[in-house]
T-cell receptor, first 114, second 109 residues
């Protein structure tokens, strides 16, 4: 079946630096990918919808200048957390649909900002 | 968005059936009922989905009430590997998917 991968699986960065997280669809092309954030013991929160070749659509309350999303190809979407702060520490998960009802999720990236 | 209500947690014994309920009284006619589960430190994985009729697959069964205001995910024989947070989600056609709090299932040996 379709597989979605994320890189890195975990990252530690210093406050004020930027971090890029990659989300790849390995078997199929994905015109749309989704980015979620999950804090400990909480549910997933949809951050934005990433559209290939166009600007991402951000959910209310998500700063688009802080969380830069680029969907440069049908198999790659990237999320860049700019000027990261400790409160940005979270589990970031991407997902994609491949034409059916089932949504495929990546394994997640754990970001720790010190 | 139509919302779902699930119990915060449930417990089951290994090799026994588990019935996970979900209420969705404001469901619309075009909402599909989806179930996903999330193991610790992993991304969610698809379990099952349905619209009006009951559904079965290799992982589970989905029983949908006649008025569609509630549904039940059935794991026929729980194993320790089924311990996870189970999310019941309503999705309008092929729109985006928003997660509620889910039910944390504990399976006791």
């Amino acid at each position: 079946g379709a597989v979605v991968s994320q890189h890195p699986s975990w990252v530690i960065c210093k406050s004020g630096t930027s971090v890029k997280i990659e989300c790849r669809s390995l078997d199929f092309q994905a015109t749309t990918m989704f980015w979620y954030r999950q804090f400990p013991k909480q549910s997933l929160m949809l951050m934005a919808t990433s559209n290939e070749g166009s600007k991402a659509t951000y959910e209310q309350g998500v700063e688009k200048d802080k969380f830069l999303i680029n969907h440069a190809s049908l198999t790659l979407s990237t999320l860049t957390v700019t000027s990261a702060h400790p409160e940005d520490s979270s589990f970031y998960i991407c997902s994609a649909f491949f034409g059916g009802h089932e949504q495929y999720f990546g394994p997640g990236t754990r970001l720790t900002v010190t | 968005d139509a919302k779902t209500t699930q119990p915060n947690s449930m417990e089951s014994n290994e090799e026994e059936p588990v019935h996970l309920p979900c209420n969705h009284s404001t469901i619309s006619g075009t909402d599909y009922i989806h179930w996903y589960r999330q193991l610790p430190s992993q991304g969610p994985e698809y379990v099952i989905h349905g619209l009006t009729s009951n559904v079965n697959n290799r992982m589970a069964s989905l029983a949908i009430a006649e008025d569609r205001k509630s549904s039940t995910l059935i794991l026929h024989r729980a194993t320790l590997r089924d311990a996870a947070v189970y999310y019941c989600i309503l999705r309008d056609g092929f729109g985006d998917m928003r997660f509620g709090a889910g039910t944390r299932l504990t399976v006791k040996p």
